[in-house]
């Protein structure tokens, strides 16, 4: 199971889905769309353990969080 993980003020949600599943893989994909839309940014760890930013969904990403804007005053 793949899992996109997003991050806001309440903490954070985790959006678990099958990427052999055709349907749950659009809703992935369609939800990557949204948040990245919506200022979020996507990152995904890399085989050898960092972070690596991405701007496009990753169908065989295991886990892909989202990072909200950072506002500052």
Same mark, same amino acid.
């Given at each position: 199971m793949a ?18 599943? #055709? ?5 992935? @994909?369609?939800? $990557? ?5 919506? +200022? ?15 701007? #496009? ?5 295991? @886990?892909?969080? $989202?990072l909200p804007?950072?506002?500052? +005053?």
């Open positions: 899992t996109q993980i997003v991050m806001d003020h309440t903490g954070d949600t985790r959006h678990c889905f099958d990427a052999k599943d #055709s349907q749950a893989l659009a809703k992935a @994909e369609e939800r $990557f769309k949204q948040l990245t839309g919506d +200022g979020f940014t996507a990152a995904v760890r890399t085989a050898s353990g960092e972070v690596s930013h991405i701007r #496009s969904f990753d169908p065989t990403a295991e @886990e892909t969080l $989202f804007r950072l506002v500052g +005053g």
